[in-house]
């Protein structure tokens, strides 16, 4: 019977795409997971997956056995996800992703009392600005800013989420200030890399959305340097509201093109879909939306 506990590994192998992140996803080392995938194909008698020094790859009858084991897994842990709902004391891994500086302001000082009010809950928070793949990571819940693509994930808005176009007093008494969102191809535009619209800005007006491609020397993954980078009077940047507020009120940044307003956004818990969400996920998101609700971000 041993090898059938085998086989939610070798799922999660699959959806994962690594022992690694199969291992992180399931508290085991990188080791003890081959392991047990060897012994399952010792035990089936057939290779599983074709293993290199940098990828990890069905074979034939692999790809056969996942199909069959797949919807298998699923239905036990949909089971135990049905379980879950019934627990009076929630319990268990629990895997978050949030973006960096959004996770750095305003999730990191939480943790401490979300912990304590639940001790049976481990937590582990990734930080990062990319958009992760919540199934392939392991990830039962991610917090999202911005506009959410299509997809089978489901997205419950904690709060809204407002952004400003700003600049440094002396980068604008140097380079004057952009009276229309078209003069802003005349300045230095800092880029943030994983901008959900791309390159281009947008803004409402009286004749309707407007789109602007601004054009500069500066362009990174990370809040926090554009942020810095505008300060330091590189140029004007695109930023949420809750970065820059305090700066705008000290006056260090200054607000431009207000009567052009920039999209307003969400903040958004994300979960993968699935028929019992587990009471470890439910309470955490009760506990965002109670302590989050009410912020200002715009």
Same mark, same amino acid.
């Given at each position: 019977?041993?090898?059938?506990?085998?086989?939610?590994?070798?799922?999660?192998?699959?959806? =994962?795409?690594?022992?690694?992140?199969?291992?992180?996803?399931? !508290?085991?080392? &990188?080791?003890?997971?081959?392991?047990?995938?060897?012994?399952?194909?010792?035990?089936?008698?057939?290779?599983?997956?074709?293993?290199?020094?940098?990828?990890?790859?069905?074979?034939?009858?692999?790809?056969?056995?996942?199909? #069959?084991? +797949?919807? %298998?897994?699923?239905?036990?842990?949909? !089971?135990?996800? %049905?379980?879950?709902?019934?627990?009076?004391?929630?319990?268990?891994?629990?895997?978050?992703?949030?973006?960096?500086?959004?996770?750095?302001? @305003?999730?990191?000082?939480?943790?401490?009392?979300?912990?304590? +009010? #639940?001790?049976?809950?481990?937590?582990?928070?990734?930080?990062?600005? &990319?958009?992760?793949?919540?199934?392939?990571?392991?990830?039962?819940?991610?917090?999202?800013?911005?506009?959410?693509?299509?997809?089978?994930?489901?997205?419950?808005?904690?709060?809204? =989420?407002?952004?400003?176009? =700003?600049?440094?007093?002396? #980068?604008?008494?140097?380079?004057?200030?952009?009276?229309?969102?078209?003069?802003?191809?005349?300045? /230095?535009?800092?880029?943030?890399?994983?901008?959900?619209?791309?390159?281009?800005?947008?803004?409402?007006?009286?004749?309707?959305?407007?789109?602007?491609?601004?054009?500069? /020397? @500066?362009?990174?993954? /990370?809040?926090?340097?554009?942020?810095?980078?505008?300060?330091?009077?590189?140029?004007?940047? /695109?930023?949420?509201?809750?970065?820059?507020?305090?700066?705008?009120?000290?006056?260090?940044?200054?607000?431009?093109?207000?009567?052009?307003?920039?999209?307003?956004? !969400?903040? @958004?818990?994300? @979960?993968?879909?699935?028929? #019992?969400?587990?009471?470890?996920?439910?309470?955490?998101?009760?506990?965002?939306?109670?302590?989050?609700?009410?912020?200002?971000? !715009?």
């Amino acid at each position: 019977m041993e090898h059938f506990s085998a086989l939610p590994i070798f799922v999660t192998v699959v959806e =994962c795409g690594s022992f690694s992140a199969a291992g992180q996803k399931l !508290g085991l080392s &990188k080791s003890a997971i081959s392991k047990r995938i060897t012994q399952l194909e010792q035990h089936l008698g057939i290779q599983l997956l074709q293993r290199t020094t940098r990828s990890l790859s069905l074979t034939d009858a692999g790809a056969r056995y996942f199909e #069959y084991i +797949r919807p %298998a897994v699923q239905l036990t842990q949909e !089971g135990l996800d %049905a379980i879950s709902e019934l627990q009076q004391v929630p319990k268990g891994n629990l895997r978050i992703s949030v973006p960096m500086v959004f996770g750095r302001l @305003y999730i990191a000082p939480l943790i401490a009392e979300f912990l304590k +009010r #639940y001790p049976d809950i481990q937590l582990q928070m990734q930080m990062d600005d &990319k958009t992760t793949d919540l199934i392939a990571g392991g990830f039962d819940l991610a917090i999202r800013i911005g506009e959410l693509p299509d997809s089978s994930l489901i997205a419950r808005k904690i709060a809204p =989420c407002l952004s400003v176009i =700003c600049a440094s007093t002396a #980068y604008l008494a140097q380079h004057g200030s952009p009276m229309t969102p078209s003069e802003l191809t005349q300045h /230095n535009c800092l880029f943030y890399s994983y901008f959900q619209d791309g390159v281009e800005w947008s803004f409402h007006s009286p004749d309707g959305a407007q789109r602007v491609q601004p054009k500069g /020397n @500066y362009q990174v993954n /990370n809040s926090d340097a554009i942020h810095q980078a505008c300060l330091d009077g590189l140029g004007i940047a /695109n930023l949420p509201r809750f970065i820059v507020e305090s700066d705008l009120q000290a006056g260090r940044l200054q607000a431009l093109l207000t009567d052009y307003p920039l999209p307003e956004h !969400g903040i @958004y818990a994300v @979960y993968p879909q699935r028929k #019992y969400l587990p009471t470890k996920v439910t309470v955490l998101i009760e506990f965002l939306m109670e302590k989050l609700a009410s912020g200002k971000f !715009g």
